[in-house]
T-cell receptor
Framework: AQKVTQAQTEISVVEKEDVTLDCVYETRDTTYYLFWYKQPPSGELVFLIRRNSFDEQNEISGRYSWNFQKSTSSFNFTITASQVVDSAVYFCALSEAISGAGSYQLTFGKGTKLSVIP | NAGVTQTPKFQVLKTGQSMTLQCAQDMNHEYMSWYRQDPGMGLRLIHYSVGAGITDQGEVPNGYNVSRSTTEDFPLRLLSAAPSQTSVYFC????????????FGPGTRLLVL
C-alpha cells in the first residue's frame, strides 16, 4: 500500500481558475511531517511547505493554501487564481522517524501534473 | 551558499560500465540522501546518511553504493550499470534534528544503453 497517495495523475485548468491537489497519507506515527514540493518543467525540486503533525492550522501563502486534516489523513494544496507559471508536477511527501536509527525517511507520492492553459 | 550541487548534469553509459555521481553541499547538513525519479513513480530513496561515516539503505538500494567520508560530500556509485538504472538522480540534504526540510540538487540525468 502506498504511504502517500496523490490520486490525481494529471489536471488541466484554465488560467485564473482555482485548483486543489489532493494528498492522502498513511502512517502509524504520532509525530511526522508533511511536505509539498514543486517540480517545474526545468526539472528542479522546489520546496513549498513543511507541516508537522501537531499543527492542523491551515496555511496561506499568497495564492497558495494548504488544508491539513488529521481525521482524514489528508494534506491538500489549493492554488487560487492559477497562472501559467504554476504549470508543474507537484509532489506531496511524508517524513517519518526510522525506529531505533535516530533518522528519518521521506516518502513521496507519485505526483500530480498540473497544466494551466492560458 | 551554493546549496546542493550535483555533477554531471547528464551522462550516457553502456551496460556494465561503472560511474560515480557526485553530490556536495555547503550548508553543514548532517543528513544527505539520494533519490531516483522515474516516470509515474515519484521519487524513491536509494541511500541516505546521517553523518560522516554513517550510511544506510533506502527503498531501492540494489546496484548502488555510497560512502560519506566528509560532511560535505555524498557520492553515489553505480557498480555495473544496467538499463533499469536509466533515471534522473537527485541528491538532497537537510539538518537532521526534527526532520527538517530536505533541499535538492539540480539532478543528474543518466541514460544506460
Amino acid at each position: 500500500a502506498q504511504k502517500v497517495t496523490q490520486a490525481q495523475t494529471e489536471i488541466s485548468v484554465v488560467e485564473k481558475e482555482d485548483v486543489t491537489l489532493d494528498c492522502v497519507y498513511e502512517t502509524r506515527d504520532t509525530t511526522y511531517y508533511l511536505f509539498w514540493y514543486k517540480q517545474p518543467p526545468s526539472g528542479e525540486l522546489v520546496f513549498l511547505i513543511r507541516r508537522n503533525s501537531f499543527d492542523e492550522q491551515n496555511e496561506i501563502s499568497g495564492r497558495y493554501s494548504w488544508n491539513f486534516q488529521k481525521s482524514t489523513s489528508s494534506f491538500n494544496f489549493t492554488i487560487t487564481a492559477s497562472q501559467v507559471v504554476d504549470s508543474a508536477v507537484y509532489f506531496c511527501a511524508l517524513s517519518e522517524a526510522i525506529s531505533g536509527a535516530g533518522s528519518y525517511q521521506l516518502t513521496f507520492g507519485k505526483g500530480t501534473k498540473l497544466s494551466v492553459i492560458p | 551558499n551554493a546549496g546542493v550541487t550535483q555533477t554531471p548534469k547528464f551522462q550516457v553509459l553502456k551496460t556494465g560500465q561503472s560511474m560515480t555521481l557526485q553530490c556536495a553541499q555547503d550548508m553543514n547538513h548532517e543528513y544527505m540522501s539520494w533519490y531516483r525519479q522515474d516516470p509515474g513513480m515519484g521519487l524513491r530513496l536509494i541511500h541516505y546518511s546521517v553523518g560522516a561515516g554513517i550510511t544506510d539503505q533506502g527503498e531501492v538500494p540494489n546496484g548502488y553504493n555510497v560512502s560519506r567520508s566528509t560532511t560535505e560530500d555524498f557520492p553515489l556509485r553505480l557498480l555495473s550499470a544496467a538499463p533499469s538504472q536509466t533515471s534522473v538522480y537527485f541528491c538532497a540534504s537537510s539538518y537532521l534534528l526534527t526532520q527538517e526540510t530536505q533541499y535538492f540538487g539540480p539532478g543528474t540525468r543518466l541514460l544506460v544503453l
